[in-house]
């Protein structure tokens, strides 16, 4: 079957064409679909990435790279529900 690769984002931090321009941030278009979180600052997007995936019954395997301040926090998420973890090296 086709894989599906859900992006959840905040709204209003990233460059989506003829809707919300002005943003620097742009769709990974590698996406097969966009879910958008209600927000300005990443981080917004975490409980409903989480949510998501919980509703859709997905399963789900968390990639870290680069890390951040909400990192930790996915990462927690992610332990709590058993999802498997990949950490790219060197990646940030």
């Given at each position: 079957?086709?894989?599906t ?8 931090s990233v460059n ?5 321009e002005?943003?620097?941030v ?8 966009f879910?958008?979180?209600?927000g ?11 949510q ?28 709590k529900?058993n ?10």
């Open positions: 079957g086709k894989t690769y859900i992006g959840v984002c905040p709204f209003n989506i064409p003829k809707i919300n002005n943003k620097k742009r769709l990974e278009w590698n996406h097969t679909h879910v958008f979180a209600k300005s600052n990443w981080g917004a997007e975490t409980i409903v990435m989480i998501l995936a919980h509703y859709l019954k997905l399963p789900v395997i968390c990639f870290v790279t680069n890390g951040g301040k909400n990192t930790l926090s996915e990462l927690k998420h992610a332990l529900k999802w498997p973890i990949v950490a790219l090296e060197g990646s940030g």
